[in-house]
C-alpha cells in the first residue's frame, strides 16, 4: 500500500511557474462540398397582345363597380403592465467575519504541502515559525476536534488538515487552520492559546452593558437568541384578581423572580450561521439594560446589531378636518289670491280653493255637535280683542256721580247735603278697521277735583287735583277688503356647509389615535321579569348609545421615503327621530339614530399630501303639490290655483387628512412645519 508522506519545503522557489492556459476555441470549420452550377434561368417568354383572364364561377353575385369593401378593424391595443415604483431602502452592513488571531511577524511561507497533517503539528510548526510559543489544550476524550468532529476528522478522533499554499504570510495560514479546524484561540505575550474549548481564563472575555432608548430589553434580548446568544430571562410572575363586574384589580400577588433561557435550537444538518454562538446575555427589566459578555468580535456584532433596532419610531401630525355638507334645496311656487262679491268672499291659497257666502263662516261639524241650542252658538272668537271708546257718543248711567255727606262728630250726626248723580259715561265698540294703522282710545283716567280744606283753627289746606290721561293702541282685528287681491310667491333656497372639528394629531408609528365628539342617548331600554315563589322581580336595563363624531386613525407604518400607511374610520352619527315605547305602565321615549360609517382600509399618503374621503351620502329628494281641483289641472292658468315645492336634501359628510412626519433630528425646528 502507498504511504502518505509529509513534506515541507522551507526554501523559496523563484523558478518561473507555468500556468496552462486553456485555448479559446476556434469556430470549427465545415467541410467542403461539392458545388452544383445554379440551374439556368429561362429566358421571358413574350407578352400576349390580347388581355387573358381567369374566370370562376361560383354561383355568389359580383359585386357593384365602384363600391369600397368594409375592412375589419383592428382590435385595440391595450398598454403594457407597469411595475409599481420602487423606493429607497436603507442598508445597514456588519461585518461578520471571524475574529483573528495577530501573530506580530510579515514571514511569508514559500510552498506548503500537506496532507492529512494533524492540526496540532501545523499550528505548532506555523508559531514557530513566526517565533511565537503555542499551548494546546483537547477535549476530555484527548481529541481537538469539538463536539460533533470537525472536518478532517481521522479515524482516531484527531483532527488533520491538507494543505498546498505558496507565498502566504505565517498569519494568514496560522488563522486559516484556525478556521477550517473549528479551534479557539488566544494570544497573551509570546504564548498563543488554542483548544476546541478554552477555559474562561484562558480565553479573550469582555463585558459591555448597554441601556436601551427605544426598544425593550425583552425583544432585543430575543433579536440576540435568534442569532445564537443564550439569554437568560429574569422574570417575575404575577397574579391579578379582577373583579367580575367592573373589571378592577382587586389583588395583585408577585411571586419570586425567575431564571428562564432562551437559545435558539437548529436543527441538526442546518448550515444557517449563527455569528453570536457563545455570546451570553442578561437583561434588566428597571434599568431597561442589556450585558453582553463574550469575546470583542461578538460584543462589537451585537452592539452593531442593536443600534439598528434601538431605532426612534417615526412621529407624524395629523391634520383632520371633517365637514357636514347640508345641501338643502327647495323650489317653491305658490300663488294667492282673493276678492269679494257682496257678502260672498273668494280665497285661493297654495292649490286651497275657500268661498264664504253669508257674511259669515258657517259653523264647522264639530261646533253644531257640540252646541245645545238651534242655530249653533259658540265662544266669542274676539273676545281677548282690544275695545276703542268712542269719543262722540256717551251714555249717562245714574248713581255714578258721587254725592256729599256732612259728619259732625260735636254733635254724633250724619247729614246729606246733596245725593248720587248720573255721569256719562263713553261707549265701547270692537277693534274692526279696514286699516290696521288707524289707532283708538281703548281707556280714559278721568281727572280728581281740587280739594279745600277750613281746619277747626282757622287754617285753610288746599289739595290740587290730577289731570285725566287717555289709552289708544291700534285695532286687533283687521276686515280684508272686497276688492281683488292677488299675490306670486317664488323660492328658491340652497344650504351650506360647516366644519364640524378641526383637531391635530400626534400619533407614533404603530399606535392609533381617535377623536371623540359624542353625546349619549337612550338607544333602547329592556324589561325583563322573573317570577319566583310569588315574588315578581322587575329589571329595567337602559342602553346607552352615542350620537356624534367618532374618528379612529391607525397609522401603521412610516417609511424610509416619507410614505404613511394608515387606516381611517370615521363615524356619523346623529339623532333621526324620537320614538315613545310603552313598557308596562311606564312610557319612555328612546332616541332612533342615523349612522353613517366608513372604513378605509390600509391606505398610503405621502409626507404632506392630503386625502379627500367622501361618499358619506343621505341623499332625499321630495316634490310636494297641491291644488284646487279641477282649476289645477288647467294648463298654464292652472299655475294660479296649485302650489308646487321641490326640495332636494343632500347630507354628506367629508374627511381631509393632511399627514406630516415628524423630523426628531437635532437640525429640526420648534414644532412642525
Known sequence: LPTATNSVTPIRDNSPTIIAQTPTPQPSQAPATPTTPPPQVPAPQPEVLFPNPTITIDGVPAAPSGTVQPVAPAPPLLPRAVAPPVGDIAVSNINAAASVIDLGSAAVIPRLSLREAPVREVLSLLARSAGLNLAFV???????????????????????????????PVQDVFNYVLQLSGLQANRRGRTIFVGSRLPQAARNIISR???????????????????GAEVQQVVE????????????????????????????????GSTGALLLRGLSVSTDERLNAITLIGEPRQIEMATSLLTQLDLRRRQVAINVKILDVNLLGTDAFNTSFSFGIGDSFFSVDGGNGNVNYGGTRPPSALQVQSSLVTPTVIGNPYSGANSFLNLNDSVAISGTDPGTVLIDQRTGTVTRLADRGPLNFFTRSAGVSGSPFNAGITDVTLATDNLITINADGTINATAGTIGTATAALPSLFQYPKRFLASLQAQITSGNAKIITDPTLLVQEGQTAGVNLTQEVVGNIKRETETSDNLTTVTVTTEIKEAGLLLNIDVERIDDNGFITLNVNPRVTSIGTLQDITIGDDTNRIALLNVRDLNTGKIRLRDGQTLILTGIIQETDRTTVSKVPILGDIPILGALFRKTERQNQRQEVIVLLTPQVLVDSERASFGYN
Not at 483537547?138 to 507565498?167: F, H, Q, R
Not at 448597554?210 to 442569532?227: D, G, H, K, M, P
Open 138 to 168: 483537547g477535549d476530555a476524550g484527548g481529541a481537538a476536534a469539538p463536539p460533533g468532529g470537525a472536518p478532517g476528522a481521522g479515524a482516531s478522533g484527531v483532527s488533520t488538515i491538507t494543505l498546498d499554499i505558496e507565498n502566504e
Open 237 to 268: 410572575p404575577i397574579e391579578r384578581e379582577f373583579n367580575q363586574q367592573t373589571g378592577a384589580i382587586i389583588r395583585e400577588t408577585r411571586q419570586p423572580a425567575e431564571l428562564r433561557p432562551l437559545t435558539v435550537n437548529q436543527p441538526a
Open 209 to 227: 452593558t448597554l441601556r436601551l432608548n427605544q426598544t425593550t430589553v425583552a425583544n432585543a434580548s430575543a433579536f440576540l437568541a435568534t442569532q
